[in-house]
Every structure is written in structure tokens, then in C-alpha cells.
């Protein structure tokens, strides 16, 4: 059994058809000027659910970056990025299978500054921000003559003494076992050319 609502929403004649199985059809006709029906079809009692943040950069030099709020319900969903940064794309899409929507905001931000993305959904507030790539600012520290510096540098020598009696020990080892191996291989081909022939 079908009940018909009718209810108006500004400039857009709306009509929602509830039905037996659990979801609530909205119909709504765009006025004469645009040719065209949207369909949206709700969960009947859905479950408020908060939008999750993720900003995604361009990793070319173009700017672009968008900020990308996921599986939120309601659907009214209010999305601001950095304030002087000029709006490249903005909207909100259809109702996923899910039931709940996604909404993206693309807008050209310089590779210096840092990102925020801030959604104001169902009396909350979200915020997410992308810290820029700046180069390391390297530093040269001022030179010391200090004993502990002194000692280190010896340290230091005395390891790669050590480091190059290791290299030396393990390619002598390396070399006894290559002389054993082919000695066991002679010692085989012997034993097999006696006992054979």
C-alpha cells in the first residue's frame, strides 16, 4: 500500500512516495527552464553518520588538491578549504549503495602551504590538515675543537682498521673454501674414475 506525500521546496515541486519496503522515493522535477528528473532514494529511517577526511595533492606542480568527505548522512553537508585559495570543482554526489553520500571540493593551493579541509555536517565540525613539503633547512654547526671530537675522529679511524682486517679475513675464508670445494670435486672425480674404469 503506497501513500503519496506532497511537500515544495523552493523553486523545485517535490513529491516523495513511501512504500512497504523500507525506503522513501523522492521525486523531484526541475522546473521548465531545465528539462530533467532527479531521483533520490533515502534509507527510511537512516542513521546520522559522521563524514571521514581525506585530502589528496597533485603531485605535479599544478596546485590542485581536493578535499574528499565520505559515507556521511544526511546529506547536507557544508565543505571549506583554505580561504584565499580560488575553487577549482565542488559537489556533492548521489546517494552510494551504501546509502550514505560523498562530497569532493578541488581547489588550487600552492605546494608552500599547508592544507586544511574543514566539513560542517549535522551540528559537527571535521578538520583535517595536510602539512606542505618544505625543504630541510639545513644548518652547518660552528666548528669546535673540543676533546671528545678528538677522540671520535681516532674512534672512527680505528673502526675502519678493523673494517678492513674483517674485509681481508672473510675474502681469505672465501678463498679456502673455494680451494676445498674444487679439492673434494678432484678427490670425487678420482674416486669415480677408479672404482669405473
Known sequence: MNRVLRSHLPS???TAIEG????????ITVDSDSPGTKVTVDPNNPTPSQPSLTILKS???SGSTACLARDFYPPELKMSMNADSPVLYETTEPVLSSGKYRAVK????TSNEDVHCSVQHHNQ????????ERPPVLTTPAP???????????TLSLQDED??????????VLGLRVLLTKNI?????????????
Not at 578541488?106 to 593551493?109: L, Q, R
Not at 670435486?185 to 674404469?197: G, S
Open 59 to 61: 603531485a605535479d606542480s
Open 106 to 109: 578541488v581547489a588550487n593551493i
Open 185 to 197: 670435486a678432484l678427490n670425487m672425480l678420482l674416486v669415480t674414475r677408479y672404482l669405473y674404469f
Open 163 to 172: 673494517m678492513e682486517k674483517m674485509n681481508a679475513l672473510s675474502i681469505t
Open 20 to 27: 512497504d519496503d523500507n525506503f522513501v522515493k523522492k521525486c
Open 125 to 132: 565540525k571535521f578538520n583535517t590538515i595536510l602539512a606542505s
Open 144 to 154: 669546535t675543537t673540543s676533546l671528545m671530537e678528538v677522540c671520535r675522529t681516532s
Open 12 to 14: 523545485y515541486p517535490a
